[in-house]
T-cell receptor
């Protein structure tokens, strides 16, 4: 089955540590996205990648980093510079940057202890 | 700029009741409009979409019509079920494929 997988589902981190969230898709989509979801709020865009080896900052990129070395993979690193990292993180993809429908993974809940 | 405003929840309905969740938008150009649904602890699933004015998106008994004159995309279902309990997000896709999401409306359907 084609789809987007995110791992782990739950992640705990101590303050001051970097942590990397995995996102993999086997849909052959060019574009991938990372969103952050906080309780009672909509989704906010962290980073996006239109194509492999390219990525752009979204609305709330500070304290995060990404890479796009392979088409199917778009890992997100939450660095110690992110002041309030506890949130639900969602990865999404679309066929191309110009295609209007995004498909989402199941999410990773990150908790900073 | 682009933005989406949807009615605040939570919404609680009895099974078989009629559902309306309001969504209005502000956009430059001609956006596509979406409803996504999120079940507890899961990612978002595309429920329906409409890409131009007067289009009606529909899926699983849910419907929404793209109304350019009122800049609205209200979600409706004639008879809700317990399994429809979830959070519903209205969203728009503008030029460059950036998505703008509403804050979500939580729906609980009681038997």
């Amino acid at each position: 089955d084609g789809g987007i997988t995110q791992s782990p589902k739950y992640l705990f981190r101590k303050e001051g540590q970097n942590v990397t969230l995995s996102c993999e898709q086997n849909l052959n989509h060019d574009a991938m996205y990372w969103y952050r979801q906080d309780p009672g709020q909509g989704l906010r865009l962290i980073y996006y990648s239109q194509i492999v080896n390219d990525f752009q900052k979204g609305d709330i990129a500070e304290g995060y980093s990404v890479s796009r070395e392979k088409k199917e993979s778009f890992p997100l690193t939450v660095t110690s510079a992110q002041k309030n990292p506890t949130a639900f993180y969602l990865c999404a993809s679309s066929i191309t940057w110009l295609t209007d429908t995004q498909y989402f993974g199941p999410g990773t809940r990150l908790t900073v202890l | 700029g682009n933005s989406v405003t949807q009615m605040e929840g939570p919404v609680t309905l009895s099974e078989e009741a009629f559902l309306t969740i309001n969504c209005t938008y502000t956009a430059t150009g001609y956006p596509s409009l979406f409803w996504y649904v999120q079940y507890p602890g899961e990612g978002l699933q595309l429920l329906l979409k409409a890409t131009k004015a007067d289009d009606k998106g529909s899926n699983k008994g849910f419907e929404a019509t793209y109304r350019k004159e009122t800049t609205s995309f209200h979600l409706e279902k004639g008879s809700v079920q317990v399994s429809d309990s979830a959070v519903y997000f209205c969203a728009l896709s503008a030029s460059g494929n950036q998505f703008y999401f509403g804050t979500g409306t939580s729906l609980t359907v009681i038997p």
